[in-house]
């Protein structure tokens, strides 16, 4: 990753009508629908945008919208990049680095995960109070990083705390329960064993998945105030274990996603 490049990419999306969006979103898995409720929208396709990587999942649609939501201009990833398509570290941020440039002042994230915390249920979502990385790697750990930002990032609280206070009283204004809870990133796409699932309860997991780490890295290398919040679509309980079928995993991600847009929505009016 170079500077140039990045220019290349937000030229090209400035060229189409990304203008100065405040905030960027993402959205994960299952999680599509925000993207539909964008007015005046501006679409541009992953793999139309100059050096972003091509996007494969069929799940996503793979397009990054611009237009205005709660009266405020937000950029939108519909589907987003994951290391067990065989991207890099540094590829599956890019598009993170790439809405920083456009000129969003705050990132919010959302991802569907399995729910380590058996006190939570499928259905439930969770805010992410910090992180456990199990990806085996680092999207800072390139040799120009100190181009870009401070090589040795401090991750004391990662997690904008400022934003998680007031999406924890937006969802008891909204009669919404919102879990707190550490979620922890491995690699996929195998879902876990039950040995797996009792090692991350120990190591103080609440919620695991495939994603969001690495994003909300780069996002506190770019000084981006950022938050996160997990969809829980199983129960990852080991000694109950059952076979994983990942269209009840989109399904319930679905059936829980109109909590996830209330809340984003009601922080985007609030920041
Ligand atoms: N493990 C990892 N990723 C996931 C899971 C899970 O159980 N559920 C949804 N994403």
Redesign the pocket.
């Known amino acids: 990753m170079t500077r140039k490049q990045l220019n290349e990419s937000v030229e090209y999306l400035i060229e189409k009508g990304f203008d100065k969006p405040e905030i960027g979103v993402v959205l994960g898995t299952g999680l599509g629908k925000l993207a539909e409720e964008i007015e005046n929208p501006i679409e541009a396709f992953y793999n139309h945008i100059p050096y972003f990587p091509l996007a494969t999942v069929e799940f996503h649609a793979g397009k990054l919208i611009f237009g205005i939501l709660e009266g405020k201009k937000v950029v939108v990833m519909q589907g987003r990049f994951h290391l067990y398509e065989g991207y890099d570290l540094v590829d599956v941020t890019y598009p993170i680095r790439v809405m920083q440039r456009l000129g969003i002042k705050k990132l919010f994230i959302s991802n569907?995960?399995?729910a380590i915390n058996l006190n939570f249920k499928k259905g439930d979502i969770m805010l992410i109070e910090d992180h456990i990385n199990l990806q085996g790697g680092s999207p800072l750990a390139f040799k120009n990083v100190g181009e870009f930002g401070n090589r040795f990032t401090d991750m004391s609280e990662p997690y904008d705390l400022e934003m998680r206070q007031k999406l924890l009283k937006i969802a008891k204004n909204k009669n919404i329960t919102l879990r707190q809870g550490i979620y922890v990133s491995?690699v996929?796409p195998q879902?876990?064993t039950k040995a797996e699932y009792r090692m991350l309860k120990i190591l103080g997991a609440d919620a695991?998945?495939?994603s969001t780490v690495p994003e909300v890295i780069v996002a506190n290398h770019l000084n981006l105030p950022v938050v996160a919040i997990s969809v829980l679509?199983?129960e990852?309980d080991p000694d109950q274990l059952q076979a994983v079928n990942i269209a009840e995993?989109i399904e319930i991600a679905a059936t829980a996603e109109p909590k996830m847009i209330t809340l984003f929505r009601e922080l985007i009016k609030n920041v």
């Open positions: 569907a995960a399995g491995v996929g879902l876990e695991v998945g495939m679509t199983d990852c995993i």
